[in-house]
């Protein structure tokens, strides 16, 4: 019920924030263009704007919402309460994965209709959201500003993109089948075809170790961070 109750306040924040109004000028433009693209190249474009969207809506919109809660003092307020660490990450999660998976149905729908595996498909957007929100989150946790969170955040980033060269078929990368992107990009492939079953199986197994991985750094992170704010506002007390 708590979690609930959060998720929906993070909806809302997200929405007085207009962050739905954005994205629906972002996914209006995407939609013009990939009507302009020729067909030959249409199906390789849509995936990748659609992987685009929701890593780069976890990326920066999680950690630049996290500067802004803790700057605000909103954290005084939240950790003030019975509210655990990983309840606030498990909420900023599902929250902009719900925006994510509206972006990318907004994209795709008006393109080329229905994805051919719906539940591939979705499955992609879900997790890869899951997995960039956190990354950006840590990114955040350990910036001081808005521009620092910028540059650690590409940073952190960048590893991830190099499935997209193999995907193009540019260069294959040593090992990129150990990254989550290059899952992502096999579960969001679904929009045009079914991946294979057992494609599937690594692409959602891969995902959800880092997810695992980068939740628990994530985490920690928080607590220190919570910590450290708690031990500074206690000093200032005295």
Known sequence: MRLSRLVWFDVCYQWRHRYYLVYLIVCSVYVGI??????SYAEHVLVLLTFSDPSALGLLLAGSIL???????????LFSTPLRAWEYL??????????SLLAAL?????????PKSPFAFLLGITLTSFFFTLLGMAAA??????????IRSQLYALPFTLPILGYLNVVQIPLDRLLPSNGSLILISGSARPPAPAETGYAFAILTLWIIGA??????????NTR???????SEQI
């Open 228 to 234: 450290q704010r708690e031990d500074r506002h206690g």
């Open 90 to 99: 498990t909420s900023k999660c599902l929250s902009l994965g719900f925006l």
């Open 67 to 77: 500067l802004l809660e803790r700057d605000q003092g909103i954290w005084n307020a």
């Open 34 to 39: 990939l009507h302009a693209i020729p067909d």
């Open 215 to 224: 939740g628990i750094i994530t985490l920690s992170l928080l607590i220190a």
């Open 141 to 150: 946790l350990n910036s001081r500003s808005i521009n620092g969170f910028l």
């Open 106 to 114: 907004a994209i795709h729908l008006p393109v080329s209709g229905l």
